[in-house]
């Protein structure tokens, strides 16, 4: 019974969980993406440090983009991830005819 309820709940339980990251994590992602902008436009750099600015933007565009397919789960699927851990597949778990844009 309790895990039937949990079952029903779960969907719930996660739109409001991914609401509340998206919502924690959206702006600093922005901000961050924003200044790398001004900063890469503004300053003379060198080399290693445009690179090391890239790598930074990259991973914080990567991060932006999971949030978008977070908040766009529809339909949860888990996949095992370890023995007895189960993650959610994010790739799979939208459905197909939600249109999910590409971030940058």
């Not at 397919?69 to 597949?89: F, G, M, V």
């Amino acid at each position: 019974m309790i895990r039937e309820k949990f079952k029903n709940e779960f969907p719930i339980i996660l739109n409001e969980m991914t609401n509340m990251v998206n919502q924690r994590l959206e702006k600093p992602i922005s901000v961050i993406l924003l200044n790398l902008t001004h900063i890469f436009n503004e300053e003379k750099l060198d080399k290693k440090t445009v690179q090391r600015l890239d790598l930074i933007q990259k991973e914080s565009i990567r991060i932006r983009k999971v949030l978008q397919k977070l908040k766009n789960i529809s339909n949860p699927k888990l996949i095992n991830y370890l023995k007895e851990i189960k993650i959610i597949d994010l790739n799979n778990s939208i459905d197909r005819y939600e249109n999910v844009k590409e971030v940058i």
